[in-house]
């Protein structure tokens, strides 16, 4: 059974830092790449971060680089979302997604064996 459960999302001040975490079915967490999303009010739903199944190759929005890191717990079958530097546009619903497809042509998107986690929300002001 598939399940992405998040935690860690909260309100902060701009230039604070937050730690999303995302718990992942053992089954989802071995064979896909895992990633986060957000989606702002009266926006499209946005790719933020992936990380390979090996933990060895990961991809960034541009608006995040440098100030991101997605990082991988295999022990504890997590995906961590640092975010350091927070700005009020950081502001959004973050989702956990599994099977995620990057791309710095076109938006990202999630593959046949895609699932989206409920969402937590990060309010940066």
């Known amino acids: 059974h598939v399940q992405l459960v998040e935690s860690g999302g909260g309100s902060v001040q701009a230039g604070e830092s937050l730690t999303l975490s995302c718990a992942a079915s053992?089954?989802?967490?071995?064979?896909?790449?895992l990633g986060w999303f957000r989606q702002a009010p009266g926006k499209k739903r946005e790719g933020v971060a992936a990380?390979?199944?090996?933990?060895?190759?990961?991809s960034y929005a541009d608006s995040v680089k440098g100030r991101f890191t997605i990082s991988r717990d295999a022990a504890k079958r997590t995906v961590q979302l640092q975010m350091n530097s927070l700005k009020p546009e950081d502001t959004a619903v973050y989702y956990c997604?599994?099977?995620?497809?990057?791309?710095?042509?076109?938006?990202?998107?999630?593959?046949?064996?895609?699932?989206w986690g409920l969402g937590t929300q990060v309010t940066v002001s």
């Open positions: 997604a599994a099977d995620v497809i990057p791309s710095p042509y076109h938006a990202w998107r999630l593959g046949e064996n895609g699932y």
């Open positions: 053992e089954f989802t967490y071995s064979r896909t790449r």
């Open positions: 990380i390979g199944g090996s933990g060895g190759s990961t």
